[in-house]
């Protein structure tokens, strides 16, 4: 089992920027891929970042592309999603996610666990 709990969120000007942790429970944090996903009010949740697990390979969605880097500390146990030239459509609840495989990271499916969410919300 692994618990996965977000922090970092909060509100910004467009422009501005912050970064998203989150922090996993277990000693085998390194055995698992990391994603971030969000999901905006009335849309569906959609894929953001994701790391491989010892970092070598990080994918990211073309929205946030340049802007957004996904990183990880295995030895805090911790992922991190820095956010820069934030949008008002950025705005969306950000959650962590593990996985133990690595064919589909895109793909929300191929997560085994997730984090609860923190609230990201970005004014013009």
């Known amino acids: 089992q692994v618990q996965l709990v977000e922090s970092g969120g909060g509100l910004v000007q467009a422009g501005g920027s912050l970064r998203l942790s989150c922090a996993a429970s277990?000693?085998?944090?390194?055995?698992?891929?990391m994603g971030w996903f969000r999901q905006a009010p009335g849309k569906e949740r959609e894929f953001v970042a994701a790391?491989?697990?010892?970092?070598?390979?990080?994918l990211y969605a073309d929205s946030v592309k340049g802007r957004f880097t996904i990183t990880r500390d295995n030895a805090k146990n911790t992922v991190y999603l820095q956010m820069n030239s934030l949008k008002p459509e950025d705005t969306a609840i950000y959650y962590c996610?593990?996985?133990?495989?690595?064919?589909?990271?895109?793909?929300?499916?191929?997560?085994?666990?997730w984090g609860q969410g923190t609230q990201v919300t970005v004014s013009s």
């Open positions: 996610a593990a996985a133990l495989r690595w064919s589909s990271p895109l793909e929300g499916h191929e997560y085994d666990y």
């Open positions: 277990g000693r085998t944090f390194s055995s698992y891929a």
């Open positions: 790391i491989s697990w010892r970092g070598g390979t990080t």
